[in-house]
């Protein structure tokens, strides 16, 4: 609660409301509103000029590098082979959303075999077929870690079955 006597308004900066000083106001003469950045309020404050995109005949904002996103301002993707615009932590919105960081490419992958990725025995193989319970449910493909199905997906001369 504000520290001023009878006010109930919640308490924004140095034990005080906004109404009671808690913000700071407007250096302009005569102006009451609450300052935002460098001591002014949005009216009265200076307002930052963007550049135009130095391309000829361009007149799109500059993004990057004195370029609009049109003509090279942007990140690209860090996953080999995205062209995607990066839009978190230099992933595209696609590959931010993995849980771990994608590199770019699958360690996984790079196996000397595709034996070295195989199942160690008849139990295991039980546990792939359709009926088989899954922590008292069917196995799904969702449950499958990407990894492992790129691998799966890329390795297409091998015939697991046969493997076997």
Same mark, same amino acid.
């Given at each position: ?15 005080? !409301? =906004? @109404?009671? %000083?808690?913000?700071?106001? +407007?250096?302009?003469?005569? #102006?009451? *509103?609450? &300052?935002?950045? /460098?001591? $002014? ?26 370029? !609009? =996103? @049109?003509? %090279?301002?942007?990140?690209? +993707?860090?996953?080999?082979? #995205?062209? *995607?615009? &990066?839009?978190? /932590?230099? $992933? ?73």
């Amino acid at each position: 609660m504000c520290s001023i006597h009878d006010c109930a308004n919640q308490v924004y900066a140095r034990g005080l !409301c =906004v @109404r009671h %000083g808690g913000r700071h106001r +407007c250096f302009h003469p005569g #102006c009451s *509103t609450s &300052a935002r950045v /460098g001591g $002014y309020c949005s009216r009265h404050g200076g307002t930052k000029i963007k550049k135009h995109c130095i391309v000829d005949g361009c007149a799109n904002k500059v993004n990057r590098n004195g370029r !609009c =996103v @049109r003509h %090279g301002g942007r990140r690209q +993707c860090k996953v080999t082979d #995205c062209v *995607t615009h &990066a839009r978190s /932590g230099g $992933y595209c919105s696609r590959h931010a959303k993995s849980p771990l960081p994608p590199s770019p490419r699958s360690s996984m992958c790079d196996t000397d075999t595709f034996e070295d990725l195989m199942l160690d025995s008849d139990i295991d193989l039980m546990f792939l077929q359709d009926d088989a319970p899954l922590l008292g449910g069917r196995c799904r493909g969702e449950d499958i870690d990407d990894s492992i199905l790129e691998c799966l997906l890329m390795d297409k001369t091998t015939d697991i079955f046969h493997a076997l």
